[in-house]
């Protein structure tokens, strides 16, 4: 949840900084400096979902492993990748709604687009990108593996992987036909 939050809020502040006038203009020697650091903050907050979101699909393979008897890996990881896949489309999508929500200029060169145009779209990108992260806070909220529970997890896994006959240290997959299963 953390890294949501590191990647959320340069989003957020810094349209918001520069509507409000406290963001460097556009030809201050501070501007692209002040960019490069609220978009490398946010990078290392993305990277740090990236690489958590991973982890804890495992870790929700293991606990449905336990629960169900059926190692699901597949099916979630596959589910994963439809979801990129979809937010991508759909965060086109919904980009293009807030250009056509805000009359943006389709012909314009940049430096004749009205400040106002320019602040509602600095509006969209920043609190209306909040808000879908607070949609994924939410969503990872419900996240309810700790260290506590994951060790739990990988002793039972190993009671009922050796219960089944399937011994990690001789590298078989499962017991008779070489493929994990139920």
């Known amino acids: ?8 809020t340069p989003l957020f502040v ?5 509507i409000a006038g406290s963001f460097p203009p556009a030809d201050n020697a501070l501007y692209l400096p002040a960019l490069l650091v609220g978009y490398g903050v946010a990078g290392v907050g993305a990277a740090a979902v990236f690489v958590a979101s991973g982890s804890m699909l495992a870790d929700v ?3 449905l492993e336990v629960t169900t008897g059926q190692r699901l890996a597949g099916v979630l990881f596959g589910a994963s990748a439809l979801s990129f896949k979809v937010t991508s489309g759909l965060g086109g999508f919904l980009g293009g709604l807030v250009l056509a929500a805000i ?6 060169t940049p430096a004749d687009v009205p400040a106002a145009t320019v602040n509602w779209l600095g509006v969209g990108y920043g609190p209306g ?3 879908l992260a607070a949609v994924a806070l939410v969503w990872f909220s419900r996240y309810a593996i700790t260290r506590t529970s994951h060790a739990a997890l990988v002793r039972a896994l190993d009671a009922q992987r050796t219960d089944d006959g399937w011994r990690p240290e001789r590298g078989n997959l499962s017991p008779g036909d070489g493929r994990r299963g139920p």
């Open 1 to 8: 949840m953390m890294g949501v939050a590191v990647f959320t």
């Open 103 to 108: 009359a943006f200029p389709a012909t314009m």
């Open 61 to 63: 393979v293991d606990e």
């Open 129 to 131: 990108a909040a808000v």
């Open 14 to 18: 810094m349209p918001l900084a520069r």
